[in-house]
């Protein structure tokens, strides 16, 4: 899978789904300024139970605000950021509209979103009850670029059948990747076809940066002008990850391409052919739910020498910066984020409530997936240690040279010293040429 459709499924897909959302409690009565006319909400196509949610949140919320008619607009999934930032520059865009963290640099620096702080100031209007790494997450350079209903952040998750058939002790999380590797080792068995790998890593940027940053690297010095990655620690994480496929007890790319069957990470490890995954978020448990053959639960990523580390995935809806209708934009918003707009995706909420009064609520910790799999506590026990994404200009270009370096790496071909330093050359040249 590409690095541009892994932004779009991690940045566009984490936003809260619902197959049948029920209607809330106080139909989005808000306080505020009087609000009227259209209000356009801008969601990917691709994501049915999340056009599902916002059209019941629309209804209900055009319910208590007669005067205010909200549509959904559905875009494309693949083309949904260059369509929206399109129609935001012809001049028709849509009032609000959903994106992704690794593109707030640009939407900022291109003026396509409103900053809501001086709302929130206008309105008095509480943050205090999101968690305050969602409302860092979605602030640059002062701006608040977005609210948003959910959070979600890389875990791992593991074959509990495989573990207690080799007996070996189920991850929990003051686990190390010392740990992670001595399971992995362990849990491999067989060859070929029927091999059963120890571990799948799967080598996008997010898990790649956690082992990084786990370890006291980074990946961009902190104000995002230099690339890090030739630096040691940074160097060596890498090196670590590339290991893992040289010692055969996790599948490289090639070979979950070619020799698994043309089966990707995720779907290695719903095929009982690994015993821990690295690479996703809560989003999997939902596809993992299919799994009859064998047990799965979740754990928080394993600590490196500088503690735990975990990518911060935010999705985010924002109103365009010359949204026609910014009043009832502000009012529909606020609805979505409030805690009745979040309970009413509850049923098949793919991340953990932004808002702290409703971690515990049982609508979100009373289904299978959290009694049955862990699919909950394991990413609270990881909020204190998420890392947001890194904020610099052009993110997915710059993606694509890191991933274009990095994959003689993950083949064995070149060692991870052997092409830092150029790759680092490069990037601190094109991070020149887009400062401001």
């Not at 509850?346 to 699919?375: C, M, W, Y």
């Not at 990095?406 to 150029?422: C, E, M, N, Q």
């Given at each position: 899978m590409s690095t541009i459709r892994k932004i779009a499924?991690?940045?566009?897909?984490?936003?809260?789904?619902?197959?049948?959302?029920?209607?809330?409690?106080?139909?989005?009565?808000?306080?505020?300024?009087s609000a009227s006319g259209t209000v356009v909400v801008a969601v990917p196509a691709d994501a049915p139970g999340d056009i599902a949610l916002r059209k019941a949140?629309?209804?209900?919320?055009?319910?208590?605000?007669?005067?205010?008619?909200?549509?959904?607009?559905?875009?494309?999934?693949?083309?949904?950021?260059q369509k929206v930032t399109t129609m935001i520059a012809g001049g028709k865009p849509p009032d609000i509209f959903t994106s992704g963290d690794v593109v707030i640099p640009t939407i900022v620096q291109k003026h396509f979103a409103l900053d809501l702080m001086p709302l929130v100031k206008r309105d008095k209007y509480d943050l205090s009850d999101f968690q305050q790494q969602v409302i860092d997450g979605l602030?640059?350079?002062?701006?608040?670029?977005?609210?948003?209903?959910?959070?979600?952040t890389q875990v791992m998750y593991y074959n509990q059948t495989l573990f207690d058939k080799a007996g070996v002790a189920v991850p929990d999380e003051n686990w190390t990747w010392d740990d992670f590797l001595a399971a992995a080792k362990k849990l491999t068995t067989g060859r070929g076809s029927s091999k059963v790998y120890g571990a799948v890593f799967d080598p996008w940027f997010a898990p790649v940066y956690d082992v990084i940053w786990s370890n006291g690297g980074n990946v961009y010095n902190q104000d995002g002008t230099k690339c890090a990655l030739a630096e040691p620690a940074a160097t060596q994480s890498i090196q670590w990850i590339a290991d893992l496929f040289k010692q055969g007890v996790a599948p490289s790319p090639s070979q979950l391409n070619a020799g698994g069957g043309g089966m990707d990470a995720g779907q290695t490890f719903q095929a009982g052919r690994g015993a821990m995954l690295i690479g996703s978020g809560r989003w999997s448990?939902?596809?993992?739910?299919?799994?009859?053959?064998?047990?799965?639960?979740?754990?928080?990523?394993?600590?490196?020498?500088?503690?735990?580390?975990?990518?911060?995935?935010?999705?985010?809806?924002?109103?365009?910066?010359?949204?026609?209708?910014?009043?009832?934009?502000?009012?529909?918003?606020?609805?979505?984020?409030?805690?009745?707009?979040?309970?009413?995706g509850?049923?098949?909420?793919?991340?953990?409530?932004?808002?702290?009064?409703?971690?515990?609520?049982?609508?979100?910790?009373?289904?299978?997936?959290?009694?049955?799999?862990?699919?909950?506590?394991p990413f609270l026990?990881?909020?204190?240690?998420?890392?947001?994404?890194?904020?610099?200009?052009?993110?997915?270009?710059?993606?694509?040279?890191?991933?274009?370096?990095?994959?003689?790496?993950?083949?064995?071909?070149?060692?991870?010293?052997?092409?830092?330093?150029?790759?680092?050359?490069?990037?601190?040249?094109?991070?020149?040429?887009?400062?401001?």
């Open positions: 499924l991690v940045a566009l897909t984490v936003a809260v789904a619902a197959a049948c959302a029920p209607s809330a409690k106080n139909g989005g009565k808000l306080s505020g300024n949140e629309a209804k209900s919320f055009m319910s208590a605000n007669p005067g205010v008619k909200v549509t959904v607009l559905t875009i494309p999934g693949e083309t949904f950021d602030t640059y350079n002062g701006q608040l670029v977005g609210l948003t209903d959910n959070w979600d448990a939902f596809d993992f739910q299919e799994i009859k053959r064998f047990q799965w639960k979740v754990a928080p990523l394993p600590k490196g020498t500088a503690g735990r580390a975990n990518f911060f995935h935010l999705s985010m809806f924002a109103i365009a910066s010359n949204s026609k209708n910014q009043a009832a934009a502000w009012k529909f918003l606020q609805y979505m984020v409030s805690p009745d707009g979040i309970r009413a509850a049923k098949n909420a793919q991340g953990i409530p932004s808002r702290k009064s409703l971690v515990n609520d049982p609508a979100f910790t009373n289904n299978s997936l959290v009694t049955e799999h862990d699919a909950y506590q026990v990881s909020l204190p240690t998420v890392h947001k994404a890194p904020y610099v200009p052009s993110f997915p270009q710059l993606q694509d040279k890191i991933d274009a370096a990095l994959d003689a790496v993950w083949a064995g071909k070149k060692t991870a010293a052997d092409v830092t330093p150029a790759l680092c050359a490069d990037l601190d040249k094109s991070l020149a040429a887009a400062k401001p």
